[in-house]
């Protein structure tokens, strides 16, 4: 175990650094906002991570367009392929918690989760 | 290929597409078509489970027109569809029982809504059961989250919507560790395809090679699974969302949706990671651990829980608990149990849920005060859920007994995790027993009986069974499923056996 190999990789230390400081936002956050945009970090460095992991030195992107060139020009198109997808699904999610927290914002007049908790522990029902 | 193959994929594809056409009819027809959905499907199931019962094989269709290592696929054995049939089943029961609450309780305008999510969650806990590519698992998983909320917050108030949005923090959280999991692994072995990536797996561990990534993976993927069905610590949703959605949401919710995730992770821990890297590495130590604090602690809210709704809730909890002891074992016996303890508590639990809303409308209220005598004034549901609370608490006869039986059987030799095992389990038996015999005990309790005060008078009325026939011919149902798999527990074990041979 070296730093040295830290330091090459600084870009998988990047991401996961980012997946956790979104990781612990998400989950520790007090503010609706706050967690949503802690999601988005955390979906986006994952996202990171995929692309990095697809991307070969000096290659291009994997698009034919003068003729077929051979395996060896292009990078490995499939994670590329996840990251669409992983945008697909953190942006429908994303739109549903940002739909719910509008929704508890118009009931209770604050973002705060815990306050939301006492109220509704106030109602009683 | 036979016709037969076909099947599965059709089922998905029809669950799928009859989603979007539930949100343009009006809400009757809505009903007509999720119904006739769900039972097409289960036929087309139990087809299924007769085909690969009979070759003795899995087979595998191809998704597409490119073979393994590049396309998708599905792969279909005995325990698949055996699970398929067995959603389906509990699925309909669940609609069936909770129709009238259905449409008391949520608006006119959204009835059909509600269908479009169930027919989504249908298709992806379908998707979830047959895939063999752990991608299309993460995106099954998402869907299947997103419907899910959406079931809770479709009965709308304050609590449902808190739920929701703290069940989705709690999901999310889940699927990030899932899909970054998924990324490692791919990273590792260059393959999404279940059975290729155990190929590289095997010989990674041969080597030697990325033993600490491969953990690393094989962690975050058991974490998030585990997160997301609810596994102790992170259960905070659970029991808002159980306890104040509507009947058949609840039901579905806590028979189904967590079922599914654990399921996903059986199929990941046999077919991904192979079984003997499993039982070498700590993986499964983290989940017997947290099993066994769950077993014990949800039983304690459950006793501390006035509300019957929100005790059934907390009892799912402690129930998740025994399904991670029995995975945390890492044994072959250890995950006979826990997937027959899939089975018997997704029965189990709906038939509680069921029961305890039959004994509600009974009553003025949901609390053990104000049902005090509801099982006299609502008779079947009043056996219904005495039955289901022996099941619980692991009497000979009902399904809970066996799975119990199999639990203790299964650690039996296991060097260390013998005894604790046996301890959390009896320690369990004994709480769970104190809250559901004292729920019990207070629906048989004499009407007026124990009520000091006296201006505190129990109100109530009294339900026959022909006001609500298609309830109690779910309850009836249920209960005779319970006792089936109490009674005729065998051939079930040997399928599921056989299906995990399947598995690998």
């Known amino acids: 175990?070296?730093?040295?190999?830290?330091?090459?990789?600084?870009?998988?230390?990047?991401?996961?650094?980012?997946?956790?400081?979104?990781?612990?936002?998400?989950?520790?956050?007090?503010?609706?906002?706050?967690?949503?945009?802690?999601?988005?970090?955390?979906?986006?460095?994952?996202?990171?991570?995929?692309a990095l992991k697809g991307y070969i030195e000096g290659r291009k992107a994997p698009v034919v367009v003068d003729g077929v060139q051979s395996v060896e020009a292009y990078v490995n198109p499939i994670p590329s392929g996840l990251v669409l997808t992983g945008i697909v699904v953190s942006v429908s999610v994303t739109a549903l918690m940002l739909s719910l927290t509008i929704r508890l914002y118009r009931r209770y007049h604050t973002l705060d989760l815990d306050e939301i908790s006492t109220q509704l522990k106030k109602e009683g029902k | 290929m036979d016709f037969v193959c076909n099947f599965p994929f059709i089922s998905i594809i029809l669950s799928l597409f009859s989603g979007p056409l539930c949100s343009i009819l009006p809400g009757k027809w809505a009903k007509r078509v999720n119904g006739i959905v769900i039972i097409v499907v289960g036929i087309l199931s139990a087809?299924?489970?007769?085909?690969?019962?009979?070759?003795?094989?899995?087979?595998?269709?191809?998704?597409?027109?490119?073979?393994?290592?590049?396309?998708?696929e599905i792969r279909i054995g005995v325990l698949e569809a055996f699970m398929g049939l067995f959603f389906c089943v509990i699925m309909l029961l669940c609609m069936v029982a909770g129709v009238r609450?259905?449409?008391?309780?949520?608006?006119?305008?959204?009835?059909?809504?509600?269908?479009?999510?169930?027919?989504?969650?249908?298709?992806?806990?379908l998707a979830l059961i047959y895939t063999n590519d752990l991608f299309t698992a993460y995106v099954f998983v998402e869907i299947n989250t997103i419907s899910a909320c959406g079931l809770i917050m479709i009965r709308q108030n304050g609590r449902t919507i808190e739920a929701a949005t703290r069940y989705m923090i709690m999901s999310l959280l889940g699927s990030g560790l899932l899909l970054l999991g998924i990324c490692?692994?791919?990273?590792?072995?260059?393959?999404?395809?279940?059975?290729?990536?155990?190929?590289?797996?095997?010989?990674?561990?041969?080597?030697?090679?990325?033993?600490?990534?491969?953990?690393?993976?094989?962690?975050?993927?058991?974490?998030?699974?585990?997160?997301?069905?609810?596994?102790?610590?992170?259960?905070?949703?659970?029991?808002?969302?159980?306890?104040?959605?509507?009947?058949?949401?609840?039901?579905?919710?806590?028979?189904?949706?967590?079922?599914?995730?654990?399921?996903?992770?059986i199929k990941v821990f046999y077919r991904v990671v192979g079984f003997e890297i499993l039982t070498g590495s700590k993986v499964a130590n983290v989940l017997f651990v947290f099993g066994i604090v769950g077993m014990i602690m949800g039983s304690i809210n459950a006793i501390q829980e006035?509300?019957?709704?929100?005790?059934?809730?907390?009892?799912?909890?402690?129930?998740?608990?025994?399904?991670?002891m029995g995975i945390g074992l890492a044994t072959q016996e250890g995950m006979v149990a826990s997937i027959y303890h899939v089975i018997s508590h997704g029965a189990t639990k709906s038939l509680l849920f069921v029961a305890a809303s039959g004994l509600a409308a009974a009553s003025a209220g949901r609390t053990s005060r104000e049902l005090v005598g509801s099982g006299y004034r609502n008779k079947l549901a009043g056996i219904a859920f005495t039955v289901g609370s022996l099941s619980m608490v692991g009497m000979p006869m009902f399904s809970g007994f066996i799975s119990k039986l199999f639990f203790a059987q299964a650690a039996v030799g296991h060097a260390h995790k013998m005894l604790p095992t046996f301890i959390a389990l009896a320690i369990s038996t004994v709480l769970n027993a104190a809250y559901f015999m004292k729920m019990v005990i207070c629906i048989y309790s004499p009407r007026y009986g124990g009520d000091t005060t006296g201006e505190n008078t129990i109100v109530g009325r009294v339900v026959f069974m022909k006001e609500q026939p298609v309830k109690s011919v779910a309850l009836i149902c249920f209960i005779v499923l319970n006792v089936v798999l109490g009674l005729n527990s065998e051939p079930i074990i040997r399928l599921i056996q056989k299906g995990l041979a399947m598995f690998g």
């Open chain 1, 1 to 50: 175990m070296s730093f040295g190999n830290l330091f090459s990789n600084y870009e998988e230390a990047v991401a996961m650094i980012l997946f956790g400081i979104g990781f612990s936002n998400l989950l520790l956050q007090k503010n609706l906002i706050k967690k949503i945009i802690g999601l988005n970090i955390m979906d986006t460095a994952t996202y990171l991570f995929l």
């Open chain 2, 47 to 72: 087809f299924v489970l007769a085909y690969v019962t009979g070759t003795g094989e899995a087979f595998i269709y191809r998704m597409g027109h490119f073979p393994a290592p590049w396309g998708n």
């Open chain 2, 101 to 125: 609450e259905r449409e008391a309780q949520i608006e006119e305008s959204k009835q059909n809504l509600y269908y479009v999510m169930v027919n989504l969650l249908l298709c992806s806990l």
């Open chain 2, 184 to 265: 490692f692994l791919y990273d590792l072995t260059g393959h999404l395809l279940m059975s290729n990536i155990k190929e590289q797996v095997h010989i990674l561990a041969q080597t030697g090679q990325y033993h600490i990534p491969l953990m690393v993976s094989v962690g975050l993927i058991s974490v998030g699974l585990a997160m997301k069905s609810a596994l102790y610590p992170f259960h905070a949703w659970l029991p808002d969302a159980y306890g104040y959605s509507t009947l058949s949401s609840a039901a579905i919710l806590s028979s189904l949706v967590s079922k599914g995730y654990i399921f996903l992770l």
């Open chain 2, 306 to 324: 006035e509300q019957i709704t929100r005790m059934i809730a907390y009892s799912s909890v402690a129930q998740i608990g025994y399904i991670y």
